[in-house]
């Protein structure tokens, strides 16, 4: 446990001596986000002094360390969460009380750091808090991007993107260590030559120096003084300004070197399983690579005099494929900074580094033109081409002539480099994010790199920050759990099984949904505030949030809703559910279909709304702009969890996870891991339809899907359709979206993700769901062994499995 004890005495003091200092004012003149940032500021002075003994431990003690380096970390708002591991939550809320103020007033404060697009960067936060927790020696490291995610506005149904600058009330959590900045080189030329000893002289010029300036914020964990620090990286030009054009009158193109490289840190791209092909982002992702690997291997050298027992030491994990290039930029170092060999530089690279997949999507897999990387980093290119050239003649072992085969495989093909590729031949592990999306990859993704390393591929389902999206989240709930079962969930969140035991404790159930009722009813009171709808609190609270992708089938849950809307129409007495359909989505800016189904959602949300016939049973909300501090309102309210991907496309998921512990339902097809949530809870407490992965693939390989048909048999369905191209009274043309569903286009097939294949079964499951409903203690005994089932995806219980099979460090969790 922690060692220091606050007081609320202790805090107010704090507090006001804060505001005194930083804005020369007394409480009762304070305003609101004043008030924040002195918070946040006392807070912060606890976890400062945590870190310096994390890291005087570290240093001390000499064990492995674990550098997880990843492009997004959406790490959400840190007030609550740090005060709440700190043990200081409720001691803050009566100290903020006493002064007059709300502690959730107060939170509200804090913009979210949205240094992430979905999944990828909320899993890597979630992560660190589970390191954090479970002692285990870690450091993320990423980019302190001036805009995160862009703020999403609806504009007359449309998704509008504004710039956003979370650093106003960001900073605060980020301490810089300025003594600590590299020098990241980027562009220029590259000479090598052997010298008269036969050695390999390297001469690199003309280059573009950046300098990487580190800020680090301090993750606390919970119940223990123990911090993982995450480490962000900002881009800084060397020279102010070039005095020389200055002098000469060239102000502009003065300004020009300078500006040029602060880009390289300046904003997030929103493109989320969708790959870049920008220069800048390239720029992004050897910045990254190449001042972390500066920073790590300075201090190693500093403490050890010598880089050879760095695989000893150090664990260089990567999160997708964004920060491969730490396996060519590691060699550099090694071999022309510290003049080891290729085998001594590869074995200890090859080591060191290990490899998490998160998406089997094509367009996700990523590929760089040579002539790019050559161009802004020719000394890496160089050592590709190496390890390319020794890759081959390893696969020649193995496929000998085959000649196809090797070439499919190669690294370096195409005059294009395959990340993937060059993470598998450089790591020592390679794992996927659930059981099912670990065996595509071992199946058909990676299958023949399976056949020759076996022994590195694994599996770790992916696991969430249970402290933040059950306990803080929920505290209702959580307060009722504690009842039952103590406090020990929280560190040990199999301990959630223990509620099994009560499943038919009817009190428990009715209290169960009571405290459902209360957090519909707050994310109610949201929505009638953004969205000036009323909506029935006697309806299923029905949601499907996160990333628009046609992978996801947000479609088909629309389609849905219209042939719901269709069947009220027709008998508006009808024994109905009342529903309450909940969307909320970021669509890429440049992902138009994504955007047009943004749209197609608030053109029928608005249609229903304005038909009193069925709006009472049945309504379409949009929340726009879905985010971190957003969810956390609305997975306690949530009751249906849509979790509807094609089967065998969702790596894994995770928002399934947060709804599920918060006893929301899952409405799912066995993808990702629902397939795990299926067997954790048993097939009776889950909505499971549409077609397996096997079935899927067969389908879409065999090229025999014909949607048209479907359309011409189902009258359900061809209704839908056309009501799609006939519009829904607001003047807005969905032909596209019709024809896309029935025609293909973009050069795709037509239902590309076979929504309307999968329709009549997921309608059957939906019927499902409301007879269900109509029993409302079966559906609170559905939820409360949801509930109990959920300890299995907690991120402490991934993080132990990292420490365990793949990076091999210490962790105090047991499981
Ligand atoms: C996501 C996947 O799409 C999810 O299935 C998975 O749960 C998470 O990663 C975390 O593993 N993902 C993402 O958000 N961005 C990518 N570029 C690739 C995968």
Redesign the pocket.
Known sequence: MPKTQYTKTALKEAIAGKLQRHFACEVEDATKDQVYEACALVVRDALTEHMIETQNEVERDGERQVHYLCMEFLVGRSLRNNAYNLGMLDALTAALKDMGFEMADIFEEEADPGLG???????AACYMDGMATDGVRGTGYSIRYEHGIFKQKIVEGQQVELPDSWLSTGEVWQIPAMDETREVKIGGTVDTYFDDNGKLVVNYHDYTPVLAVPYDMPISGYGTNNIARLRLWKAQSPIALDMKLFSSGEYLKALEKHALAETISMVLYPE???REGQSLRLKQQYFLVSATLQDICAKHKAKYGTLENFAHKHVLHIN?THPTLVIPELMRILMDENDMSWEQAWNITSQSVAY?N??V?PE?LECWPVSLVQELMPRVMQIIYEINERFCKELWNYFPNDFQKISKLAIVADDTVRMAHLAIAGSFSING?SALHSEILKERVFTDFYKIYSSKFCNVT?GIAHRRWLCEANPELAELIESKIGIGYRTHPSELQVLNNYADDKELLDKLGEIKRHNKQRLADYIKAHNGIEVNMDSIFDVQVK?LHEYKRQMLNILHIISLYHKLKDNPDMDFVPRTFIFGSKAAPGYAVAKKTIQLINSISKMIDNDPAVRDKLKVVFLEDYKVSLAEIIMPAAEVSEQISIAGK?????GNMKFMMNGALTIGTMD??NVEICEAVGKENIFIFGMETPEAEALAASGSYEPMVIYQNDPVIRRVLDQMIHGFGDGVDYTDIANLLLHGGNGGPADRYMSLKDFASYAAAQERVSEVYRDQDQWNRMALINIANSGRFAADRSIAEYAQNIWRVKTNFAF
């Open positions: 697009n979905g999944g990828l960067g909320r899993l989320d399983n969708h997708d998490t998160h998406t999507m996700a994010v992916n990333r969702e790596a894994s998921g995770t990702g891991a």
